[in-house]
């Protein structure tokens, strides 16, 4: 999404906290790429950006956007938002903000990184959360306008900031495949994290050999990727990371795409493999809602149970899917849709 804004706004510079070396940032590294003083301690981007992260609101206002006529946030778990100024007439940016989520964190849902698993970090994210929501709240209300990248997240944005939010869908794009048959494997594509359903994915392949494929790095706490990878039978296959053309074969190839996510925000991969053709097995829950038709684009799961995940998987194997269909639909949620729908929206309110 950050890299559709970028392509449409191709002169305006990004502001962040901080960067690291890696995937993203080889996409971004042609990018006029400003950097928050944080950046600059040691360790800031690798390790202490989570524990330090009560600096977010000094690192943001640390930024001087005065010089701007129009500010687009990407907020999420950083609370990056909150630059405008909203219902005042002096000089300043009117803001828009693109919410993924509020800060999941912040408001009791879980979260891939268990970071507060241990007592002495759920006291200091108590006491840091406190604050922080504090903080979150007022600087939602500096925002001028919200985008949210689902209904689900438009109704979190109303519940916890009383704040209206008009629905744009991220762009999905993958690159094009050519002469790719089905194969007898379902996929997930995830980084190993806890929330994303995961274990309950490898469980069912346990038990019930189905051939599982699971692409994405680890990412946060070893231990996710450790006790996922422990003892599993041939069935099941890590692949790590994979490259965006390695990623879009194995939507393609495989039977169907398991997103056990019990309150996903929004949910992208399952609009990727559909748009490469392939059927989504969910769960019935917070952004899949949005995106998979029940017998049209995929099945979904309604407990999330080893015999529920079975149970959705023989519905779907049940149905003779149209990948042409599947990929008709996955173009609703197409990059020119997106830029096309967020320019006219930035357009008409900067108007008014």
Same mark, same amino acid.
């Given at each position: 999404?950050?890299?559709?804004?970028?392509?449409?706004?191709?002169?305006?510079?990004?502001?962040?906290?901080?960067? =690291? *070396?890696?995937?993203?940032?080889?996409?971004?590294?042609?990018?006029?790429?400003?950097?928050?003083?944080?950046?600059?301690? *040691?360790?800031?981007?690798?390790?202490?950006?989570?524990?330090?992260?009560?600096?977010?609101?000094?690192?943001?206002?640390?930024?001087?956007?005065?010089?701007?006529?129009?500010?687009?946030?990407?907020?999420?778990?950083?609370?990056?938002?909150?630059?405008?100024?909203?219902?005042?007439?002096?000089?300043?940016?009117?803001?828009?903000?693109?919410?993924?989520?509020?800060?999941?964190?912040?408001?009791?849902?879980?979260?891939?990184?268990?970071?507060?698993?241990?007592?002495?970090?759920?006291?200091?994210?108590?006491?840091?959360?406190?604050?922080?929501?504090?903080?979150?709240?007022?600087?939602?209300?500096?925002?001028?306008?919200?985008?949210?990248?689902?209904?689900?997240?438009?109704? /979190?944005?109303?519940?916890?900031?009383?704040?209206?939010?008009?629905?744009?869908?991220?762009?999905?794009?993958?690159?094009?495949?050519?002469?790719? !048959?089905?194969?007898?494997?379902?996929?997930?594509?995830?980084?190993?994290?806890?929330?994303?359903?995961?274990?309950?994915?490898?469980?069912?392949?346990?038990?019930?050999?189905?051939?599982?494929?699971?692409?994405?790095?680890?990412?946060?706490?070893?231990?996710? %990727?450790?006790?996922?990878? /422990?003892?599993?039978?041939?069935?099941?296959?890590?692949?790590?990371?994979? %490259?965006?053309?390695?990623?879009?074969?194995?939507?393609?190839?495989?039977?169907?795409?398991?997103?056990?996510?019990?309150?996903?925000?929004?949910?992208?991969?399952?609009?990727?493999?559909?748009?490469?053709?392939?059927?989504?097995?969910?769960?019935?829950?917070?952004?899949?809602?949005? !995106?998979?038709?029940?017998?049209? !684009?995929?099945?979904?799961?309604?407990?999330?149970?080893?015999?529920?995940?079975?149970?959705?998987?023989?519905?779907?194997?049940?149905?003779?899917?149209?990948?042409?269909?599947?990929? !008709?639909?996955? /173009?609703?949620?197409?990059?020119? =849709?997106?830029?096309?729908?967020?320019?006219?929206?930035?357009?008409?309110?900067?108007?008014?």
């Amino acid at each position: 999404m950050l890299l559709a804004l970028s392509d449409m706004y191709p002169k305006a510079p990004i502001y962040t906290a901080f960067w =690291r *070396p890696g995937e993203a940032w080889e996409r971004f590294k042609g990018k006029d790429i400003r950097v928050s003083w944080a950046h600059h301690i *040691p360790g800031f981007s690798t390790v202490l950006h989570s524990p330090l992260r009560f600096l977010a609101p000094l690192i943001w206002k640390s930024f001087n956007f005065s010089s701007y006529d129009i500010v687009i946030s990407s907020a999420s778990w950083y609370i990056t938002k909150g630059f405008g100024t909203r219902g005042t007439r002096n000089v300043q940016p009117v803001e828009f903000c693109y919410c993924h989520t509020p800060p999941r964190w912040l408001y009791g849902y879980p979260t891939s990184v268990e970071w507060q698993k241990y007592a002495i970090v759920r006291a200091y994210a108590h006491v840091v959360g406190f604050f922080m929501r504090q903080y979150d709240y007022h600087a939602s209300q500096r925002v001028n306008f919200f985008i949210a990248n689902s209904n689900n997240t438009a109704r /979190r944005i109303d519940k916890f900031y009383r704040r209206e939010a008009f629905v744009i869908y991220p762009p999905i794009e993958l690159p094009k495949v050519q002469n790719t !048959t089905k194969k007898d494997y379902f996929l997930i594509a995830s980084r190993l994290v806890g929330g994303k359903g995961l274990s309950l994915a490898v469980a069912a392949a346990q038990k019930y050999g189905f051939r599982l494929k699971i692409a994405g790095a680890p990412a946060g706490y070893a231990a996710v %990727s450790h006790n996922l990878k /422990r003892a599993l039978p041939a069935n099941i296959e890590f692949l790590g990371y994979v %490259s965006d053309e390695k990623l879009a074969r194995l939507y393609a190839e495989a039977t169907a795409f398991l997103a056990l996510a019990d309150d996903e925000d929004f949910g992208m991969t399952p609009v990727e493999a559909m748009s490469m053709g392939t059927p989504v097995i969910a769960y019935r829950g917070g952004g899949y809602t949005e !995106t998979v038709l029940d017998k049209k !684009t995929g099945v979904f799961i309604e407990d999330l149970t080893l015999e529920g995940v079975q149970d959705a998987i023989c519905r779907c194997m049940s149905i003779p899917w149209s990948g042409k269909t599947l990929k !008709t639909y996955a /173009r609703r949620f197409s990059s020119e =849709r997106f830029c096309r729908q967020f320019l006219h929206f930035v357009a008409t309110h900067v108007q008014e």
